[in-house]
Each structure stands twice: as C-alpha cells, then as structure tokens.
Nanobody
C-alpha cells in the first residue's frame, strides 16, 4: 500500500503563486508515475499534470501549461506542483495520485492511478 498526503493549499488572490506538496509513504518502490488532478465546485475531476519516475517526462493540461510546474524529489518521496499566475478558475480541491508506468495519454486519466491522497483546497479570489 501507498499513502499520499497533500499540503500547501490555501486562499490566495488572483495572480499569486502557491506550491503544493504530496508526500508518499509505504511501498513507494511500486510507484512510477505521479500526478495532480483537481475538482472545482460543480465540476468533474480533471487532470492537471503528471511526472515520470526519473522526472524525464512531464505532461500538462492545456489550461495550466506555462503557469504550473510539476517536479519530484525521489529522495524525499515527494512531488510538488508550483502554481503561478493563479486565477479564480483554478479554484478546486487538488488531489495527488500515484500509479505504475503510464504513457503520455494514459497518465491523463484518473482511472489509471492506483493511489490517491485526500486532497487540499486551493481558493483563488478575484
């Protein structure tokens, strides 16, 4: 089993930055791909970003390209999401997910991830 714990959410103003963290524990050797998803009020869960084990491959949703950066520190079993130029449309609960090897297309689908965190709220005011 793998446990994921997110942190770093909060209330910010439009244009601000925020960094989310996701700490993994347990059988982390089974993890290859880690990702962030989000679910806004009244919306379905959507893919945000994903990163491979060696950080050599990243994938981003079009809505966050150029503003968000995903990274990971394998020594700390932690993945980060640096979010810049936030806008109210980014308001959501952000979830960390972990899974096995996933190709570029597969990593955007939440159903392909085995483990999920409890989520952290990000609220962006205008």
């Amino acid at each position: 089993q793998v446990q994921l714990v997110e942190s770093g959410g909060g209330l910010v103003q439009a244009g601000d930055s925020l960094r989310l963290s996701c700490a993994a524990s347990g059988r982390t050797s089974n993890i290859y791909t880690m990702a962030w998803f989000r679910q806004g009020p009244g919306k379905e869960r959507e893919f945000v970003a994903a990163i491979s084990w060696n950080a050599g491959s990243t994938t981003y949703a079009d809505s966050v390209k150029g503003r968000f950066t995903i990274s990971r520190d394998n020594a700390k079993n932690t993945v980060y999401l640096q979010m810049n130029s936030l806008n109210p449309e980014d308001t959501a609960v952000y979830y960390c997910a972990a899974g096995y090897f996933l190709g570029d297309a597969a990593r955007t689908r939440g159903s392909n991830y085995r483990y999920w965190g409890q989520g952290t709220q990000v609220t962006v005011s205008s």
